[in-house]
């Protein structure tokens, strides 16, 4: 197959065009004249963890409350391994970014008093299905900003520790592209489909995470270098059985608690912490107490078909359950279960090691979303945030642009045209994607082990990714679709080493479920209140503890 070469030069170079991407792109636009490109390998209308829309704000600092409160809601739900000075940096900018949202044409619901209606402390409700395509609307309004859509950035371009652009392929248009830019920000979600999920097979894709969010931007920090920060602290959803819906909505907004087939309420048993609601669930089930449920039954009709629209609003597939089933929630209780693990900064902690205005270890490379470390709970705005805070970072910095290496391009060509054109391989990537996921959910905590692991299984874990890695080596695609699945799949590999090796690291149990250690069941507050970073070299993931950052400290990478 015919590849076209296309260079293209860019001020700031955007790589996804989701939520975070999305509002850096409008924050520079708004205040300079800078030229930006955002990469998208879908279509940026409908693209990333916003794509069907959001019922809620999940994070808003209501009256009465401070940006201080939310960062010590997040540090004690993940158990102290969060970075304080990331937290603050982004709750004080919650507000800000949700007014901005509401100035772009988001409808969030209003009382008599014209005060925006809360869902709990830190929540606010809103008429979300279209919230994508209003941030796509305002980026494709701003003069200075150009979309790729459907390209799929494959690596960075970097040399001598200095971001100098990346690569990637047109889907659509068989094109092998070279973008030169001194500032790129990585917005690329987080990671799915590492693990084996509910639904395997055919529909291994219905699952709580976007699917195409396979880990891209972590695995190109990973090959060149960068550090990453607290993969271990693995995101497990509890969510309504079989549609994969989300429970928030019942617990907050229908007050409904967590109880086992006994009818007893067991999250007070466990605590309410997000880990602690999935490992209460897991335990109840395997002590015979199974099924879980959210018990919803009697609520009022008028709370049920609150509950219907809303779910149509993000998961239509459990009003449809209802309506099918012919039985609403105020007469049957909601049968929850938790979900494979993913790695996701939005959440958890996981990402790129960045300081206050989100720089990685990689000069000129920004990280902002859910690809970005030590700070989760940030939901929708706090991607918001995080994507104005690095927009701000690239406009003071003033990177100096450097041309690539001639010699590095033609690396990166020659690996697109060996997939195009080598022989056919003896394996499929679907293949080798369900075997990664068999290995991941036997050796390194998944479903089948109830989330558990210890150090031998990490061990083969290893092995076997390693072997997968290498055998990727030979795929082939017969057009430029194939190539993507094939770097999906790559990427994907390149996370589920480094999650292993942080697995490992932390030698204790700090999250029931996300992180059960059997060989360490225990937490060790001596030892392990830190950080585990890594950075890649040669290959080898080499470890990093690090201090915590807390009370008014600050981290920043010339400490």
Known sequence: MLVKVERIKTDVLIIGGGTAGCYAAITISENSDKKVLICEKAHIKRSGCLAAGVNALNAYITEGHTPRDYVNYAKKDANGIVREDLLLTMSERLNKVT??????????LKDENGKYVSRGWRNLKINGENIKPILSGAVNRADNVTVLNRVNITDFAVKDNKIQGAYGIGIENNTFYIIEAPSVIIATGGASGLYKPNHPGFSRHKMWYPPFNTGAGYAMGIRHGAEMTTFEMRFIALRCK????????????????????????????????????????????????GPCYLRTVGITKEQEEDLKKAYLNMAPSQTLKWIESGKGPSEENVEIEGTEPYIVGGHTASGYWVDTERRTTIYGLYAAGDVAGGCPQKYVTGALAEGEIAAIAVLKDENTSSPIDENDIEEHKKEVERFLNEKQSPFTTEQLEEAMQTIMDEYAGGIKTNYRYNEKQLGIAEEKIKQIEKLSDGLTADDFQELMYIYELRERLTVCKSVIAHLRARKETRWHSFAENLDYPERDTKNFNKYVNSVTVNGDTKIILRDLVEGGGKYEHND
Do not use: F, H, W
């Open 99 to 108: 007014e901005k949202l509401e100035q772009l044409g988001l409808v969030i």
């Open 242 to 289: 079989d549609t994969i819906a989300p429970t928030g909505t019942l617990a907050q907004g229908a007050g409904a608690k967590q109880v086992n087939s006994l009818d007893e309420i067991y999250e007070t048993k466990y605590g309410i912490t997000t880990s602690e609601r999935v490992y209460g669930t897991v335990n109840e089930n395997i002590e015979g107490r």
